[in-house]
């Protein structure tokens, strides 16, 4: 159960021929897919294109309606692989992921798909996860469809150009036999905005209606001398016929400008921000009309060299604007570009930065650069920005002092919190320790204020990345991996990995029920997953299978015995692999789940109780231990009361969800008296309200007592 | 070629405050307002509690008629080309700033002037939030025209959401040409708590249109001014008068604590000891009486350290059940339980028997260790009869207080601290202040306490070397820092190492 429900846009999935579609990138990605009559679809969820998924998990009736198959995939890998299915029958496939992490994952598979060519159309919904709001290393999607020679598809950022993209990625897929690249920018993936929709298709072939004649052909086959015949038939059939596809079809734009001599060559993900730099400099319109002439690629491999030098024939001066590095369409060009008469000269990286994301800043530089050098007309009346907008230095650094940084970190109540300070606190008892970390929420982990963990090696390798310490002994290295990252890969890559080379590893296994850190999407362990899947499969049992020996299960709200469980798991005499599973349900899925559960129960009269924890503000001295151990975000500081005390006191804010790791943590630490719990008794029975009237009564009187007699003393 | 220009706005957020929704509200005014509208955000990782932007353009559809096509919009925000900046935070309005996107000669700036600490503002012990007056000073000197009030307050009032409070901040000041019908359906069609949703879209519209700029915090308690000098007992109050003017309001809030924590004989001690310092003081002050100030502070917190009686008396008081009913806005109907959550240690323990009692207990090495084993954590029902009375006996051991093995613990390191200050003033008048602030690493309970006391002798045995030096005072500053609840010895170890091996300027 997805962290969102999709119901509105499930809804706009059905609408039919001439209705207007509103909303997101990635939505009208997934009804594009459906409008060109795709068969099948799979993919691995991750920032920026889980949505997708979370949309066609959400839309299963329709699906079925119209007869296409959709899984959530297990890895990006098994998604890729799931492409098989296109290599011999004319089915239309799609499947999607976060890439580079993704694709790195993939790549095995791909290179094989490639290789053997395809029947069926072959769309890979790319989200290109570069520049600000990434998570990941920054590369290029790009080398991919070099080095495996797939078509990479790069379009305008706005929804008519990214539905167009998804059908025709389809069309030039079956022309030239090849996968097609659809990569998507975060920002195109959340943009919203309109397009005029057309009918769904369903797929003329269904995969399961495929099977009727099982295929076998060995020129498809990944084995010599096929693959030698395939690499020939790459580059002489495919790759001509994918250019003829994109000439012929117009895929790439040309707007022709007003100024004869210089041009611009982009990539058509970055037009709108080109477009906007070049309006900023006088040079263009809000209705993207711009003086100079521009080539936008919205195939940006294979290029085409006869429609680039066409557009290049007769300018002065061209300027690439290519996103990242290597600048590998920048190179192209090079060579396109040295079999003509007399070629542009090519501007690129240099006015434009050689690495990081293009914002639309850099981008006015640069372009200034490179008008300011060959159409130093075209600036006359380009807007300066008035030299009060920019930040003085001064002004820059005292404001830079009074705004410190926000990174991420775990939410309210969150299960990882405990364990992370349990291992903390193991820290202390023992000294520094290796650690794995691995990605998921825990990698927040890595942050203050916990600052754990020595290496991200990639999802699900934790403790694969702790395999050179394998032989240091026990009590030496402890890994820590998702759930999310275990059923990936690290069951195999990892566990069965340390078992098999008799690693001394203590692997931390954080079940949360969900895949949490894409938005709370099923896994084959997952306690509340949708019907359709088949899952409550322990992790425990996996480890088992896999010949694990020693394994322990965390209650990681339980600091106390949590610590324990480790410091046993690091001391006993026991050898070889070790694995505690901690499990605890993502909080923020977990308050989705049961808080309209409270509230019903609240409002029809029923005995609830709500609990919350606090702060004594006068036996809090403000020495924040409780908050570099928790990180809470409901755990804060205010300023205190006390009109002697200066330091800020901690506090506690309504956000609280009781989970309890507060006073735990108190107590684990021996850290101080000031935590409490209270219990707000919703509808109380009558005998709860006489028994808290007896005890209130008793209490009071005993302590207004107190209050006079310490009055008449200190008269 | 300079033609239509769209609206230009950026909405600042923290993961989780709705800023998603705040971005459809505004895309649905726009579309029935007739507006071409685009929005797009970058969310990724940042939705768990980071910081995130949301980026939208507006352009009348009339306008796009005459061009004859649609507008192209950027996807996000370009410094000294924004329309409106919609901070949630104040902190984010600052981040916007800092990003350029705040410039004087076109931006509205709309924050909410509450504030959500980051990381770094709530572990780092001593360290103060950031300055919110001085981030509205700049903000005031950025931005076009500035509006600032406590958004998160009125969402807590009306049991709404921050995003609920900026939209009407955003309609309220006018930056987007449409009307508040349009405004108030976009959250009537969202369907989810529109009666409070609107009442805090109202209330910030008001605030908005008559462009409030209002310093605020619903996270930051209000401090209590020092108790009226009438609550001192007659007794002290001539000795009390005697004081001078400056110190009055901290001496009395000494008093006052001190009568609370004991009774009046510990109160005079208190005066006593002042009285001390206060010559001290006049005479190496050069005419300011910061030291004795210090003193008065930190030694009326000294002398009321926390020990277990104490936390026992504070648990119990009828200030505190009137407290926690208020915190959670307990109506009478509903009854509210108490968990205290205690730790006491062997020692904590030991601490609170007759001091040579408590000694001999220490001394029993397998008696201390059963006792460790027993005395684990414990969860106090402090609402129940039994509950308060075990905590109740505890706190009235009070009136043995002075016999008990912390008392001479504390009052003999109090004693000593005060002579040092007395030895050190004469020679370097601000390491004297120093070291008298020295008493705020002693805080916390248990590991955190011994670790601060260690650390405070550790700063103390340096004292003496640098009372010779000019810059003592300013080198004692950056030893505390460095000793000061952080979480390892590193830093305060290099500082001493420093101190040890670079020779100061002599004091004249």
């Known amino acids: 159960m997805a962290e969102r429900s999709f119901t509105c846009q499930v809804e706009a999935l059905r609408l039919g021929a001439g209705a207007e579609f509103r909303g997101e990138g990635i939505h009208a990605v997934t009804k594009a897919l459906l409008q060109s009559g795709v068969a099948y679809v799979g993919g691995y969820q991750g920032s920026p294109v889980s949505h997708l998924m979370d949309v066609l998990a959400d839309a299963q009736p329709l699906l079925e309606e119209l007869g296409v198959y959709f899984e959530p995939s297990t890895s990006e890998a098994t998604a890729a692989a799931m492409l098989a299915a296109s290599i011999h029958y004319p089915l239309r496939g799609a499947v999607t992921w976060k890439s580079t992490v993704g694709t790195n994952v993939a790549s095995d598979a791909l290179a094989n798909l490639a290789s053997a060519g395809v029947t069926g159309g072959v769309l890979l919904v790319l989200g290109e996860d570069y520049g600000e709001g990434s998570s990941i290393m920054q590369e290029r999607t790009h080398a991919f469809a070099m080095k495996s020679q797939m078509w990479l598809l790069d379009p305008r950022p706005t929804l008519p150009a990214i539905v167009r993209a998804v059908e025709q990625g389809f069309e030039l897929s079956e022309a030239s036999h090849t996968p097609v690249l659809l990569m998507l920018r975060v920002r195109a993936c959340h943009v919203y905005g309109r397009f005029i ?38 580059i002489r059939e495919r790759l001509p016929a994918a250019q003829r596809f994109i000439v012929e079809r117009g895929l790439n734009e040309t707007c022709p400008g007003t100024v004869p001599h210089i041009g611009i060559i982009l990539q058509g993900g970055l037009h709108n921000s080109v477009l906007r730099a070049l309006e900023l400099l006088g040079c263009a319109d809000a209705f993207g009309h711009s003086a100079v002439p521009m080539h936008v690629l919205n195939v940006t491999w294979p290029l085409v060299a006869d429609e680039i030098r066409r557009f290049c024939a007769g300018r002065r001066a061209v300027l690439v604007v290519e996103e990242g590095q290597p600048e590998f369409i920048e190179q192209a060009l090079c060579r396109v570009l040295s079999g003509m008469e007399c070629p542009p000269q090519l501007v690129g990286k240099g006015p434009l930065p050689a690495a990081g994301e293009y914002t639309t800043e850099i981008l006015r530089a640069g372009i200034r650069e490179f008008l300011h050098s060959h159409a130093p007309e075209l600036l006359a009346g380009a807007g300066a920005l008035p030299a009060a907008s920019t930040l003085a230095p001064e002004q820059r650094e005292r404001l830079a002092a009074l705004v410190p940084a926000r990174p991420s970190g775990l939410c309210t109540g969150c299960p990882e919190r405990p364990l992370f300070a349990a291992l903390k606190l193991l820290q202390r ?25 020595a290496s991200i090696m990639g999802y699900g390798l934790g403790t694969a990345s702790a395999a050179a310490f394998g032989g240091a002994g026990p009590g030496r290295t402890v890994a820590v991996m998702g759930d999310g990252g275990f059923w990936h890969n690290g069951l195999t890559s990892g566990i069965g990995n340390s078992v098999f080379n008799r690693h001394d590893v203590l692997t931390i296994i954080v079940d949360n029920n969900y895949s949490a850190a894409t938005g709370g999407q ?41 610590l324990a469980t480790l410091r046993t798991a690091l001391t006993a005499s026991q050898r070889g692999p070790k694995v505690i599973v901690a499990a605890g349900e993502c909080q923020l899925s977990r308050q989705r789940r049961v808080r309209p559960q409270f509230e019903r129960a609240r409002a029809s009269r029923q005995r609830v109780v709500r609990a919350r924890f606090g702060v004594d503000p006068d036996l809090c001295t403000g020495d924040r231990s409780c908050v570099r151990l928790s990180g809470c975000p409901a755990l804060t500081v205010r300023e205190p009361d006390d009109p002697l005390r200066t330091d800020p006191v901690t506090t506690v804010t309504d956000d609280c969800v009781g989970c309890g790791v507060c006073g735990e943590i108190a107590h684990a630490a021996v850290l101080c008296p000031s935590f409490y719990q209270l219990g707000v008794v919703h509808n109380p029975t009558r005998y709860e309200r006489w028994l808290a009237r007896v005890r209130g009564a008793l209490i009071g009187v005993l302590q207004r007592r107190s209050v006079r007699r310490r009055r008449r003393r200190d008269v | 070629m300079m033609s239509q220009r769209t609206i230009r706005l950026t909405i600042a957020a923290l993961g989780g405050q709705g800023g998603g929704v705040l971005s459809d509200w505004l895309v649905a005014t726009a579309e029935s307002a007739g507006y071409f509208v685009q929005s797009t955000s970058v969310p990724g990782v940042a939705q768990r509690t980071g910081a995130t932007i949301y980026y939208l353009e507006f352009c009348p559809r009339a306008a796009a008629g005459a061009a004859g096509c649609e507008p192209v919009m950027a996807l996000m925000p370009v410094a000294g080309d924004v329309d409106c900046v919609a901070a949630a935070e104040l902190v984010e309005a600052g981040r916007m700033m800092l990003r350029g996107l705040v410039s004087p000669d076109r931006t509205t700036l709309l924050a909410s002037s509450h504030r959500d600490y980051t990381i770094a503002e709530r572990s780092a ?23 600032a009030f406590d958004m998160a307050a009125i969402a807590a009032r009306h049991g709404s959401v921050i995003s609920a409070a900026l939209f009407g901040a955003i309609g309220g000041s006018g930056v987007l040409p449409f009307d508040r019908r349009q405004f108030e359906d976009a959250i009537r069609a969202s369907g989810l708590s529109v009666a409070g949703n609107l009442a805090a879209f109202a209330e910030a519209w008001a605030l908005a249109a008559a462009g409030t700029v209002a310093e605020g915090s619903a996270t930051a308690g209000g401090r209590a001014p020092a108790p009226p000098v009438e609550s001192v007992p007659a007794a002290l109050r001539e000795r009390l008068g005697a004081l001078p003017a400056e110190l009055q309001s901290v001496a009395t809030a000494g008093i006052c604590r001190l009568l609370d924590y004991q009774d009046p004989a510990y109160a005079a001690l208190y005066l006593d000891r002042l009285e001390r310092i206060l010559p001290l003081a006049r005479r190496h002050g050069s005419g300011s009486l910061a030291l004795a100030g210090v003193v008065a502070r930190q030694l009326a917190l000294w002398m009321s350290y926390q020990d277990t009686i104490r936390v026992a008396e504070l648990k119990t008081s009828l200030a505190r059940f009137a407290r926690l009913r208020r915190e959670v806005r307990a109506e009478p109907a509903q009854v509210l339980r108490v968990t205290d959550f205690l730790r006491p240690r062997v020692t904590d323990l030991a601490d609170t028997l007759p001091a040579a009692a408590g000694e001999r207990l220490l001394r029993m090495p397998r008696l201390v260790r059963w006792l460790a084993r027993a005395t684990g954590g414990h969860r106090v029902r402090t609402d129940t009869v039994t509950g308060f009375l075990l905590l109740r006996g505890i706190a009235a051991l009070r009136c043995w207080r002075r016999g008990t093995r912390r008392f001479r613990e504390e009052n003999a390191r109090i004693e000593s601290w005060l002579a040092r200050i007395g030895q050190i003033a004469p020679r370097n008048h601000a390491l004297a202040v120093e070291v008298a602030l020295l008493q705020r690493l002693v805080c916390g309970y248990g590991d955190t306490q011994e670790n601060g006391w260690r650390h405070y002798s550790a700063l103390l045995a340096a004292a003496d070397e640098l009372a010779g030096r000019t810059d003592g005072a300013v080198r004692m500053r950056r030893l505390f820092e460095a000793a000061f609840g952080a979480a390892s010895d590193a830093a305060l170890e290099r500082e001493l190492r420093g101190l040890a091996s670079a020779g100061g300027p002599p004091a004249a």
């Open chain 1, 197 to 234: 929709a057309s009918a769904n298709r369903p797929p003329p072939l269904t995969a399961r209606a495929a099977l009727a004649a099982p295929a076998h052909d060995p020129r498809r086959i990944i084995l010599p001398p096929a693959t030698f015949d395939q690499e020939q038939a790459k």
């Open chain 1, 429 to 453: 008892e023992r000294g520094p320790l290796h650690i794995s970390a691995d990605i998921g929420c825990h990698s927040f982990a890595t942050l203050p204020p916990f600052s754990l963990g």
């Open chain 1, 522 to 562: 099923d896994l084959p362990s997952s306690r509340h997953a949708a019907p359709q899947r088949d899952a409550n499969h322990p992790i425990a049992a996996a480890v088992r299978g896999v010949g694990v020996r020693w394994i322990r299960r965390a209650d990681p709200y339980d600091i106390s015995a949590t």
């Open chain 2, 125 to 147: 012990p001593g360290r103060g939030p950031s300055d919110s007056g001085a981030l509205l000073a700049i903000a005031r000197t950025r931005a076009r025209r500035l509006i």
